[in-house]
């Protein structure tokens, strides 16, 4: 590994991303139309870019709704603890610095958010100390593992061969935010005629009348009008007949923009998150149905750990991690799952009732389902708790055999009945101290 590392090392001066030309995101107006004719830019197969797509996506991005809902599941995935385990199953405590620092939070997030714009990239740098440069999107041409030096280029540098350019994403998946895009789009001139809609109708509209042939009227009710405010107003001939269809009638306070609105967001909660009950409750949803739904979202954060980890397990990180002097040949990342206290109620009284059965149950599996940590001197509390509950159950049962001899022996006097008595409490300590002695041998 170490004539590796003396391979692979290079100047900072040679990195990639420092011969990519880059130029601003194209911030003009975007349009439905101009989504779908991105789309087949992106999808050609001869000549892939998807520059124009992914200017559009970062005009999409400024909706608060689609980046509520897709932090939302980012943060389930990213959040999790991470571990890092030897071949031997040990945690390898020389990492945990690196799982706190900003750069692999960063890091994670560009692996996870490759599902959202169908690729992320980075190229690290080499070094003493964990480092790397994120690769702009558009220049990564994943269908042929180039990266671009210009983004409208038919072809650029190869990375395949690369031990320091990690790409995530498939060359076939163009991302979340290309189906998200469409309503967001539809969403933002709704908002536009909604605005419009409110600016007109929301003031009171003046309207002046005026003799056709009094044009000095007309100057003075102008020169009124343009004093007192900055209202619609309207001048009419008396002689004119003037009406004004606004659609009040059928949308007289924003009904039908707030509708078109919220189908918008819905749908792009469903893309994201694969429901709406965990976002909003607009449809008279209830506590059981959305808890049916965080199931399907728990599904889906699943899948993204799993692609999170797949990356990070790979053959090429672990090499690039090994560089930085991380001892990591060997082993593995795992992530924590957090437990759920209501599946872990569930499973509990699942195992009470089996132990009721008769049915053993290992402790370990108990620990492990809930959570709990196991003491260090778990094989002595054990110890004493069966001591404990031996000698609770054989006191009882000598409480229930006097009391039954009792009853069998009130025709006897006194004194027969208390030399009995204490004839058989001799006899069943005797017993008792029998058992016990057996269990003390026995117990480990």
């Known amino acids: 590994m170490a004539d590796n590392k003396k391979v692979i090392r290079k100047d900072e001066k040679q990195l990639v991303v420092h011969e990519i030309n880059r130029v601003n995101v194209d911030r003009t107006p975007k349009e439905v139309a101009d989504w779908r004719n991105a789309h087949r830019t992106a999808e ?18 400024l909706d608060g709704h689609l980046t509520g809902i897709w932090g939302k599941r980012q943060s389930a995935a990213t959040n999790k603890e991470i571990k890092f385990l030897n071949n031997n199953g040990e945690e390898v405590e020389e990492l945990n610095t690196l799982f706190e620092s900003q750069e692999w939070e960063k890091l994670i997030n560009l692996i996870v958010d490759s599902k959202l714009w169908g690729l992320s990239g980075v190229e690290f740098i080499p070094g003493q100390k964990f480092r790397f440069n994120t690769l702009p999107r558009k220049h990564i041409l994943i269908e042929k593992k180039q990266i671009k030096i210009n983004q409208n280029d038919i072809k650029g540098i190869d990375y395949s061969d690369n031990p320091f350019v990690m790409v995530f994403g498939d060359e076939e998946d163009l991302g979340l935010m290309l189906k998200c895009s469409y309503y967001a789009l539809i969403k933002k001139g709704n908002f536009s005629d909604w605005a419009q809609y409110s600016e007109i109708f929301g003031q009171p509209i003046r309207v002046a009348y005026y003799d056709a042939y009094d044009d000095k009227t007309r100057m003075q009710l102008k020169e009124v009008l343009d004093d007192s405010g900055s209202s619609l107003a309207l001048m009419i001939p008396k002689q004119a007949e003037f009406s004004i269809m606004d659609g009040k009638t059928s949308n007289g306070n924003g009904e039908l923009q707030e509708k078109l ?80 206290p209501k599946n872990i109620k569930e499973s509990v009284e699942i195992i009470s009732k089996v132990r009721d059965a008769g049915t053993p149950v290992d402790d370990d599996y108990i620990y492990e389902i809930t959570g709990i940590p196991k003491p260090d001197n778990y094989d002595e509390l054990k110890k004493e708790m069966r001591e404990r509950n031996a000698f609770n159950f054989h006191a009882n049962y000598l409480d229930q055999d006097k009391t039954h001899f009792k009853k069998t022996t009130n025709n006897k006097d006194e004194d027969s009945d208390e030399d009995d008595v204490e004839d058989l409490k001799d006899s069943v300590w005797n017993k008792l101290r029998l058992k016990l002695a057996d269990f003390f041998v026995q117990a480990p």
């Open 44 to 61: 050609s197969v001869h000549y892939p870019n998807r520059s124009r797509l992914l200017d559009l996506y970062q005009d999409v991005w």
């Open 261 to 340: 609105k919220n189908a918008c967001n819905a749908e792009m909660s469903i893309i994201i998150l694969g429901n709406t009950e965990t976002t909003s409750n607009e449809n008279g949803g209830s506590q059981a149905k959305a808890e049916v739904h965080k199931e399907g979202e728990e599904d889906l954060n699943k899948k993204d750990i799993k692609l999170l980890l797949s990356y990070l397990n790979s053959e090429k990180f672990i090499n690039i991690l090994d560089t930085y002097g991380y001892p990591v040949s060997g082993g593995k990342f795992t992530i924590q799952q957090e437990s759920d």
